[in-house]
């Protein structure tokens, strides 16, 4: 996980850890759980990717639709009471705060996996695409 510096503090934060077996585990005192380590700032995106632009109603394109024009424009004016939940440029995918999202899997043994290997060429366009999501505060 990763977190801005001013959102910890140094000599108290709290670690959840669950117990995914059946069987009752205790951690002894003193047991080493993660680690924490200093990364570097990244780059934040241009202003021009990142400013908030206001919302057009009228770029709520209805298609083909056989809704009247007079409802097409009533519906276009409610929407635009609730903005806040349209994206507005690229980087604008929202933040769910306090929403806890868990995937059961049907088998709960760990697994494994080889991670896969990276063409050199594409290596730099993932390096960058990453660090556009950090900046963007995907973390």
Not at 23 to 38: A, C, D, K, N
Request: aromatic content about 6%.
């Amino acid at each position: 996980m990763v977190v801005h510096s001013e959102e910890v503090n140094v000599s108290y934060f709290r670690v959840l850890v669950q117990n995914e077996s059946l069987t009752e585990t205790v951690i002894p005192v003193g047991t080493v759980i993660g680690h924490v380590y200093l990364t570097d700032a990244v780059i934040p995106l241009s202003p021009s990717k990142t400013t908030a632009t206001e919302f057009d109603a009228n770029l709520i394109d209805f298609g083909d639709s056989p809704v009247s024009e007079e409802w097409k424009e009533r519906l276009r004016q409610k929407l635009s009471t609730r903005s806040q939940v349209f994206s507005l440029h690229e980087w604008d995918v929202g933040l769910a705060k306090g929403v806890e999202h868990t995937i059961r899997m049907s088998d709960p043994r760990p697994f494994r996996e080889r991670s896969r290997r990276l063409a050199p060429a594409d290596l730099e366009d993932v390096r960058k695409h990453l660090q556009e999501l950090l900046s963007a505060g995907m973390h």
